[in-house]
């Protein structure tokens, strides 16, 4: 019997092609491969693996003949044409239990980093300053969060924001009755009269891309912090970088950003000339890091084992 062939486009942890194997099916990976070599060879496959080298967008699953599953190995869906994929029969899997804690945690780390200036005491030490009164903390204790977005990502986020006695305030368009012993269910404009720091939590899609805008950050009541482990399009660089230099925003923690490319693996080769850019990365009060809040070793193999099992899930005749 002719094995079922599922192409790995990104690279996953070893662990999810060894498990296929052992259920039979014949697992490929061409790195060298780009968007057309890949399109000249998909149709010998049952199913593909991806991150986000390239979109599996209408134009590449029209060549997709034989293919049953897309297992995106992350939350993410953007880059696939799902909405095709679906009436093509094509099941659309992805993997947001895997990275969630991992993202929590990132969220967290980087909070607790801007409220203590680590960033840039662990700098002036190891320039021999010692400036204890500049670098006086903030708590979050008492502190108002609100969270929008309330999947996987962001009620990890509020499960582990337990025993920093702050209160956690979520909103989800597209979720009713989700209250739980971590947060309070609320609107937007519950968030914006009363949160401290706001966390977002959200995928990319036509609603939500530049969410944060002008508009939305004059909203708010408070000064606020702002903390982005979701999508860089989610927020319009220009007007964080005003929201910053006005000190209506007070801070902020991205981990993702506007001017990322598509496989998220680099930010665009003109990013330095960017000025809103330049001014953002300048700022003392701003923690950047490059997309990794879901990329933890535990992560990279936890992505792998919940692909496992939808896949298998499927039970393929």
């Known amino acids: 019997m002719k094995k079922r062939k599922v192409l790995f486009i990104d690279p996953v942890h070893p662990m999810l092609a060894r498990e296929l194997e052992k ?12 968007r057309d070599e890949l399109i000249r060879i998909i ?7 991806i ?7 209408q134009e590449f699953l029209e060549h997709a003949d034989k293919l049953r599953f897309i297992g995106r190995a992350g939350s993410g869906m953007e880059n696939i044409d799902v909405d095709y994929a679906i009436r093509r029969g094509i099941a659309c899997l992805n993997a947001p239990e895997g990275n969630r804690d991992a993202v929590g945690e990132q969220a967290i780390g980087m909070i607790l980093s801007l409220f203590n200036h680590m960033k840039k005491a662990d700098t002036e030490v190891r320039n021999g300053s010692w400036l204890r009164e500049e670098n006086r903390g903030t708590e979050l204790n008492g502190k108002t969060i609100g969270i929008i977005g309330y999947g996987n990502t962001g009620s990890a986020f509020a499960k582990k924001l337990c025993g920093f006695d702050v209160e956690v305030l979520a909103y989800d368009k597209y979720k009713r009755n989700y209250g739980d012993p971590h947060i309070s ?8 009269d009363h949160c401290d720091i706001v966390s977002l939590h959200v995928p990319l899609t ?10 939305f950050i004059s909203s708010f009541k408070k000064n606020f912090y702002l903390v982005n482990t979701s999508r860089g399009k989610v927020v319009r660089t220009s007007d964080l970088v005003r929201g910053l230099q006005s000190a209506k925003i007070l801070g902020a923690c991205l981990d993702v950003l506007e001017y990322e490319g598509l496989s998220y693996e680099q930010l665009q080769a003109d990013v330095l000339a960017a000025e809103d850019f330049r001014l953002l990365a300048a700022m ?7 997309h990794v809040a879901g990329w933890t070793h535990e992560s990279h193999y936890k992505i792998a084992m919940t692909l496992l099992g939808k896949i298998r899930d499927l039970r393929l005749d």
Not at 24 to 32: R, V
Not at 43 to 49: M, R
Not at 206 to 215: G, K, P, Q
């Open 43 to 49: 149709d010998e496959y049952t199913g593909i693996i």
């Open 206 to 215: 036509d609603e939500t891309r530049y969410l944060v805008d002008e508009d």
């Open 51 to 57: 991150r986000s080298k390239i979109r599996l967008d």
């Open 185 to 192: 269910e609320c609107d937007m404009p519950t968030l914006f």
């Open 23 to 34: 259920s039979g099916y014949q697992c490929d990976q061409f790195p060298e491969y780009g």
């Open 284 to 290: 003392e009060n701003v923690i950047l890091s490059p």
